[in-house]
């Protein structure tokens, strides 16, 4: 009987060796090409000293200005209305009262969504710190239309009021939101409130004194300054005079020459 043993053929040697031979080098073929990958990835980059903490620090500090609302210079009132009294066909006025509220000086503007049915008086103006003033804002008020009642008509006007930091005291011109744009900030939208002239109520009462404050300083711009005035009156009833009296004199001169 004869018995088999296991004999292994070169060949078979060769197969296996193929075989095993990836498997053998497989952890160090992953870590030299993980870690060549890495180094390879580390020199493309530069390395710039404190490039990681400045830049998140800074891009940071960006959004949390973003987010921040913008600070006033001008603190209105009424805050955000303009009140009008409803009366159909008619031009009739509202007022706003506006303080400097800010450190600097600074020039405020209106703007509208109707120029051609409202304007503003004063258009703009340049205030101090603390300083305030009424501006009185005119508006056409059309009739209500698709049978309408006469309180339910909603305006679609608006008034946008707008505030620009300036060096010191200066003349008023438009031309200064113009020329530093980046610098203009929009203070408020002042959307259109009607009000029934006949019904008493808080906002009517305090249009009213409004207004009336605001004519009154119109009236006190337009006055000449009480100093100046007498005194230049009285130097002009002096000097007028005295060329009176020399005027009599030479006349008097010229008759007893004539007469001689």
Known sequence: MAIETDQKSPSDGKVWGFFKLPFRQTGNGTTSSSSSASQLHTQSQPHVEGSDHHGSANSVSSVARSLLPTRRRLKLDPANKLYFPYEPGKQ???????????????AFKFQTTAPKSCFMRPPGAILAPGESIIATVFKFVEQPENNEKPMEQKSRVKFKIMSLKVKGPMDY????????????????????????????????????????????????????PEDAGPRLIGEGLVIDEWK?????????????????
């Open 92 to 106: 009739t006025r509202s007022a706003v009262r506006i303080k400097n509220t800010s450190k600097s000086y600074t």
């Open 173 to 224: 011109v438009p031309e200064l939101f113009d020329e530093q744009k980046d610098q203009v900030a929009m203070e408020q939208i002042l959307r259109v409130v009607f009000l029934d002239p006949k019904r008493p109520c808080p906002a009517l009462e305090k249009l009213k004194r409004q207004l009336a404050d605001a004519d009154a300083a119109v009236e006190a711009r337009k006055k000449p």
């Open 244 to 260: 009176e009296r020399r005027e009599r004199y030479l006349a008097r001169q010229q008759v007893e020459v004539d007469s001689a």
